[in-house]
């Protein structure tokens, strides 16, 4: 999901809570400029996606791990279904302005994690959010998840 607003708005952390597993600035990103299109590059740009140092398009980015336990009812039924039981997920929140948790803080529910921005391949001030889901509670590689994609709504039931 995409979710336009302005550079500054807060983000918050997801109604479970969560711990942080990865809190990562983007080294090609600056104030002056943030996102690939900045920089003269299009959107969507392969070297900005495969690059380590844009963080493969996420520009500032949190990512917050949800253990299965943690997660409501309604959502371990949704992971069941999709023969997933057990996993945990992983929610994503890309092109942050700014970061305000750090890798390895256990998170409550609704806690301010930074601000929405406008950073790596970006086109304009959003929060882009994703949803993975993996059984291995202690990954930090996102890529291990990749074929889990989930609606991002399953991230954020109470």
């Keep these: 999901w995409d979710l336009a607003a302005a550079v500054g708005e807060p ?3 997801p109604p479970a ?3 942080v597993v990865v809190a990562s600035l983007c080294k090609a990103c600056s104030a002056a400029k943030p996102n690939a299109q900045a ?3 299009k959107t969507g740009d392969q070297s900005i996606i495969n690059s380590p140092d844009w963080n493969y398009g996420y520009g500032h980015m949190v990512a917050i791990r949800v253990l299965n336990e943690k997660l409501p009812a309604s959502t371990q039924a949704e992971l069941t ?3 997933l039981a057990g ?3 992983y929610i994503i929140y890309a092109h942050m302005n700014s970061i305000e948790v750090q890798v390895g803080v256990e998170l409550q529910p609704g806690q301010r994690i930074g ?3 406008n950073t790596g391949n970006s086109e304009g001030p959003h929060l882009h959010l ?3 889901a993996w059984n291995n509670p202690n990954e930090t590689s996102l890529g291990a998840s990749f ?3 989930m609606t991002p709504a399953v991230g954020f039931r109470r």
């Design 87 to 89: 996993y945990h997920l």
């Design 17 to 19: 809570g969560g711990k």
């Design 11 to 13: 983000i918050y952390a």
């Design 39 to 41: 920089h003269g590059f």
């Design 81 to 83: 279904k999709r023969n």
């Design 115 to 117: 601000t929405l921005g």
């Design 130 to 132: 994703e949803v993975r």
């Design 147 to 149: 074929r889990n994609h």
